[in-house]
């Protein structure tokens, strides 16, 4: 499922069976949530992406990816700010991480 070469990041939570299901959902997710989060941008959506960040930045966490969630609070940090320039850098930068997350280590 990883679209790069790189290395798979894996949750901090991986190795736990009880969560490794709702893992493979939220990490399934993450191609419509990056679609998403880039189109409210390039509509100029700045609350639907805030919120979506938001809502990123903390799932990100609780399912074990904490850079995954880190990304996503500094694009909410800069849209609070009213650096909208930045959004796309950081949603690229959000897409290409969550593109290797996964919730197993081998593809």
Same mark, same amino acid.
């Given at each position: 499922?990883?679209?790069?070469? %790189?290395?798979?990041?894996?949750? %901090? /939570?991986?190795? #736990? ?6 893992? %493979?959902? /939220?990490?399934?997710? &993450? ?17 639907? &992406?805030?919120?979506?960040a938001h ?5 990100? #966490?609780?399912?074990? /990816?904490?850079? &995954? ?5 500094? $694009?909410?940090? %800069?849209? #609070? ?8 850098? $950081?949603?690229q930068q /959000? ?13």
């Amino acid at each position: 499922m990883c679209a790069t070469t %790189e290395k798979p990041i894996l949750s %901090e /939570f991986a190795s #736990d069976p009880e969560m490794r299901e709702l893992i %493979e959902h /939220f990490v399934g997710v &993450l191609p419509e949530r990056s679609a998403a989060m880039q189109e409210r941008c390039s509509q100029g959506e700045w609350s639907a &992406l805030r919120r979506l960040a938001h809502q990123m930045c903390g799932a990100a #966490d609780g399912y074990g /990816f904490p850079t &995954l969630g880190s990304i996503a609070k500094e $694009l909410q940090r %800069e849209i #609070d700010a009213g650096n909208h320039h930045q959004a796309p850098a $950081l949603i690229q930068q /959000f897409t290409n991480m969550a593109n290797r997350c996964s919730a197993e280590g081998s593809h």
